[in-house]
C-alpha cells in the first residue's frame, strides 16, 4: 500500500506538469492567521500571497514535512532546510497559480468522476473502495484530505488539456516522417526508466544569466561524473517538478519520450548520465537507470459490423423505436437489403449514408452493451432489437478475421510522440509564463 500512500504526491510529477501536492487552502488568509497561541505566537500565517489567494505557512510546513518524511524512507539527503524550503514554497505558489486559473475557466471535477478515478487507484492496490478511507487511516491519511489532493491533481490535468494540449496538432507528414526514422531507431524500439535533472533558465535571461546557470549544469554534471548520487542532486539542485522525488522519471517508452529526451537518451546505455543539455526551459541532465526491448508483434480480433440506430425523442418513444426495428427486421427477412434499410431508417450520422456499415473494428471501440451483443452474433444474422446510451440499434456482423496492427500501433506511437515532445516543452514554457505574470509576494 505505500504506493497508494504516495499517489497524491507523485501522480502529478510524472507529467512534468507543475501539479504538486498541496492540500487545498483558502482563497483568503483563513481566521487562524489573526489567533494568537498561549505563548502570543500566530498560529498560523500567510507564506506567500499569490494573485486573489495565498499560501499559508501551515501548508509549507506540512508540505516539507511531507517530502522530509518520504526522503528519509528513500535514503535521499536533502538540501539545508532554507533551501528546501524555498523550493517547496515555489512548488505550492505555481500549484496556486494553476488553481486559480483553472477556476476562472471554471473547470471542476465532479464527485462521480473523482468516486471512479479512487475507485481505480484502490483497485489497482488491492482494495475495496468501501475500505479505502479506512486503509488511509491506518497510515495516518485523512480521506478527505486524499480526496481534496486528487481533485486538485484532476483539475490541474484538466487545465493542461485546456491551455496546451488541446492547442497542439500531428499533421500526416510528421507521422510519415516519424516513421520512416522509427524503422531503425534504437530509441523508438526501446523502453526507458529515466532521472533528470533541470537548471532552469528564464525566458528573459540575459546572458550573464544563461552564462552563470550554464556552469551550475557544468558543475552539477561535474559532480556526477565524480561518482555523487543523482537522486541526492536532483533533490539538491534540479528545478525540474520531479525534484523532491529524486528527479524520478520512471519507466517511459522510447516513443513516447519529448524529442529532447530522445536525442539525449540516443547514445546512452544503461546506467548512463548524459552531460548539459540546453532547450529554451534551461539544462536537463538525464541518467537511464535502466532499458529494455519495446518491440512487440500483436494481432487484434477485428469484426466488419453494420448497424441500424433508432434514437428515442419527443415523438419517438423506447416501444416505438423498437418496433420500427423489428418492421427493419422483417423487411431485411423478406430480401430487403440491410444496407438500403438503414439508409433510410438508422438515426446514426456516422454510417447511415454507407449503409450502416461501420468497417473493420477492434475491441473496445464501442460501448459495452453494443460489444457484447456483436461478440455473440453468429456471421450474416441480425440481432434482435438492443438499447445502449445512443438508443436502440439492430446490427449485424458481416465478417470477422484476425488482423496484424503492428503498423497501425506504430503510427498510433507515433502520433503519441509527436504530440509527447510539442507537450513537456510546451507545458514548461506555458508554466514559466504563468509564474512570471501572477503576482506574488513571499513572506517567509
Known amino acids: 500500500m505505500n504506493n497508494l500512500k504516495h499517489l497524491a504526491l507523485l501522480g502529478s510529477a510524472i507529467t512534468l506538469l507543475g501539479a504538486s501536492s498541496i492540500s487545498t487552502a483558502a482563497e483568503e488568509p483563513s481566521t487562524a492567521t489573526n489567533e494568537l ?183 552539477v554534471s561535474k559532480l556526477l561524473k565524480g561518482g555523487a548520487d543523482f537522486g541526492e542532486m536532483a533533490v ?38 548524459s552531460e548539459p543539455v540546453r532547450t529554451p526551459s534551461g539544462f536537463h541532465i538525464v541518467k537511464v537507470n535502466d532499458m529494455r526491448s519495446a518491440n512487440k508483434h500483436s494481432e487484434v480480433a477485428q469484426m466488419k459490423i453494420r448497424h441500424i440506430l433508432i434514437t428515442p425523442n419527443e415523438i419517438i418513444d423506447d ?37 450502416g456499415d461501420m468497417g473493420w473494428t477492434s475491441p473496445g471501440l464501442f460501448v459495452p452493451e453494443f460489444e457484447k451483443v456483436a461478440e455473440a452474433m453468429e456471421i450474416g444474422k441480425v440481432s434482435e432489437p438492443f438499447k445502449s446510451r445512443f438508443g436502440w440499434h439492430i446490427l449485424e456482423v458481416t465478417d470477422r478475421r484476425i488482423y496484424d496492427n503492428t503498423e497501425d500501433l506504430k503510427e498510433d506511437r507515433c502520433a503519441q510522440q509527436i504530440r509527447n515532445s510539442k507537450v513537456a516543452e510546451e507545458t514548461d514554457l506555458w508554466v514559466r509564463r504563468l509564474r512570471d505574470e501572477a503576482f506574488v509576494e513571499t513572506r517567509m
Not at 476562472?104 to 468522476?113: A, N, T
Not at 529524486?246 to 546512452?268: C, T
Request: charged share 25%; with cysteine.
Open 319 to 355: 416501444e416505438t423505436a423498437q418496433q420500427k426495428l423489428r418492421d427493419a427486421i422483417n423487411r431485411i427477412n423478406e430480401g430487403e437489403d440491410f444496407g438500403e434499410v438503414a439508409k433510410i431508417l438508422s438515426d446514426d450520422p456516422g454510417s447511415a449514408n454507407s449503409g
Open 37 to 219: 497561541s498561549t505563548t502570543g505566537e500566530f498560529v498560523d500565517g500567510v507564506a506567500a500571497v499569490v494573485d486573489e489567494g495565498v499560501v499559508l505557512k501551515s501548508e509549507l510546513a506540512e508540505q516539507t514535512a511531507t517530502i522530509v518524511a518520504r526522503a528519509q524512507e528513500q535514503g535521499l539527503q536533502l538540501p539545508p532546510p532554507d533551501v528546501l524550503q524555498e523550493q517547496v514554497l515555489e512548488r505550492l505558489i505555481i500549484t496556486r497559480i494553476q488553481l486559480q486559473l483553472a477556476e476562472r475557466y471554471g473547470v471542476q471535477i465532479s464527485d462521480q468522476v473523482l468516486n471512479q478515478a479512487i475507485a481505480e487507484v484502490a483497485t489497482r492496490n488491492g482494495v475495496a473502495f468501501e475500505s479505502l478511507p479506512a486503509e488511509l487511516a491506518s497510515q495516518g491519511i485523512s480521506y478527505q484530505a486524499y480526496r481534496d489532493e486528487m481533485r486538485e491533481q484532476m483539475i490541474l490535468e484538466q487545465l493542461r488539456r485546456i491551455e496546451v494540449i488541446g492547442h497542439i496538432s500531428v499533421t500526416p507528414r510528421e507521422i510519415k516522417q516519424c516513421l520512416a526514422e522509427i524503422k531503425n531507431n534504437t530509441v523508438i524500439n526501446s523502453e526507458y526508466d529515466l532521472s533528470h535533472i533541470l537548471i532552469s533558465l528564464s525566458e528573459s535571461a540575459t546572458p550573464e544569466e544563461i552564462t552563470a546557470t550554464e556552469k551550475k549544469a557544468a558543475e
Open 236 to 273: 539538491r539542485y534540479s528545478d525540474s517538478e520531479t525534484s523532491l522525488e529524486g528527479g524520478k522519471i520512471g519507466w517511459r517508452k522510447g516513443d513516447q519520450l519529448p524529442s529532447i529526451f530522445a536525442s539525449i537518451v540516443a547514445p546512452l546505455g544503461a546506467g548512463d548520465i
